[in-house]
């Protein structure tokens, strides 16, 4: 069974810095892409970053690029979100997902992390 557990979520001030992990197990991964959505409260679930074992490709949406950098360390199947220059409208709760989607910014992703909160105050 595929388990993703997601650390590193909490509160920091506008203009700081946090980094989110994600760590995966139960599966084989190389030919997987893992990534980050975000969901704000009252809106919709929205793609963040995804990175792919297999040959390391990203993609950012484009409120987060030059902000956000994604890696992976594919000795732990772990990935990472570091968050820089962080905005009080990238408060969301962010959700791991990996799978092999048929858009890498859309999707599907096949399985999910509990989610964790990220909290920016002005």
């Known amino acids: 069974q595929v388990q993703l557990v997601e650390s590193g979520g909490g509160m920091v001030q506008a203009g700081g810095s946090l980094r989110l992990s994600c760590a995966a197990s139960?599966?084989?991964?190389?030919?997987?892409?893992m990534g980050w959505f975000r969901q704000a409260p009252g809106k919709e679930r929205e793609f963040v970053a995804t990175?792919?074992?297999?040959?390391?490709?990203?993609y950012y949406a484009d409120s987060v690029k030059g902000r956000f950098i994604i890696s992976r360390d594919n000795a732990k199947n772990t990935v990472h979100l570091q968050m820089n220059s962080l905005k009080p409208e990238d408060t969301a709760v962010y959700y791991c997902?990996?799978?092999?989607?048929?858009?890498?910014?859309?999707?599907?992703?096949?399985?999910w992390g509990q989610g964790t909160q990220v909290i920016v105050t002005s």
């Open positions: 139960g599966g084989t991964f190389s030919r997987y892409a």
């Open positions: 990175i792919y074992f297999s040959g390391g490709s990203t």
């Open positions: 997902a990996s799978g092999r989607p048929e858009i890498p910014t859309m999707g599907p992703y096949d399985y």
